[in-house]
Each structure stands twice: as structure tokens, then as C-alpha cells.
């Protein structure tokens, strides 16, 4: 089974900075896409950007310029910096990845989600 577990979530001021990871364990081939997503109380998710295992990005207009997504392939690893936070970017932050399980069996996997709550 494949696992998708975030950290870096917490309590940041207006302005500030705050850098999730996403790590994926468990038994596959590759890690294709990954990406970050976004939930705020009574809203729906909001994708916020994308990176290829190549390394191709893709950002929402809502983030583009402040948040930052990278990955690292040898840690299967993740990556959103976001920067000049807002109070409006509070919301449960998901990662999400496509993963290539075995030859011809490629899945889509939710991590459990991390709170990011920018208030002063």
C-alpha cells in the first residue's frame, strides 16, 4: 500500500512563510504528478499546483508569485513553500500523487492533510 504523509502545517502571521512536505512510502515503481491542494472550512478543494517527476510546474493564479512547489525524486518527496501567507490561504493542505504501483497499475493517492492557519 502506498502512503502519502504531509508535515510542516501550524500557526503563521500575515506575511509570513510556512514549508510543507509530503513523503510517499510504502511499495510502488515511480512516483508520477504530484501536487498540493487546498480545502478552507465550507469550500470546496482548490488545487494549487502540480510538478512533473521531470519537473514541470503548474501553479493556480491564487498562488502564482507566493507559493512554490518542487520536488525531490531520490526521497520521493514533495515540496510548497509559500510565502507572503494570507489569511485567506488558512485551509487543510492535501498532497495528492499519482503512482505508478506496479507495471500498467497507476493510482491516485490523498495524504491525510495538514492545518495551515495564518492569523495574527
Known amino acids: 500500500q502506498v502512503q502519502l504523509v504531509e508535515s510542516g502545517g501550524g500557526l503563521v502571521q500575515p506575511g509570513g512563510s510556512l514549508r510543507l512536505s509530503c513523503a510517499a512510502s510504502?511499495?510502488?515503481?515511480?512516483?508520477?504528478?504530484m501536487n498540493w491542494y487546498r480545502q478552507a472550512p465550507g469550500k470546496q478543494r482548490e488545487f494549487l499546483a502540480s510538478?512533473?517527476?521531470?519537473?514541470?510546474?503548474n501553479y493556480a493564479g491564487s498562488v502564482k508569485g507566493r507559493f512554490t512547489i518542487s520536488r525531490d525524486n531520490g526521497q520521493n518527496t514533495v515540496y510548497l513553500q509559500m510565502n507572503s501567507l494570507k489569511p485567506e490561504d488558512t485551509a487543510v493542505y492535501y498532497c495528492?500523487?499519482?503512482?505508478?504501483?506496479?507495471?500498467?497499475?497507476?493510482?491516485?493517492?490523498w495524504g491525510q492533510g495538514t492545518q495551515v492557519t495564518v492569523s495574527s
Open positions: 510538478v512533473t517527476r521531470t519537473g514541470s510546474t
Open positions: 495528492n500523487a499519482d503512482v505508478l504501483e506496479k507495471m500498467a497499475l497507476l493510482s491516485n493517492f
Open positions: 510504502g511499495t510502488f515503481v515511480a512516483v508520477n504528478a
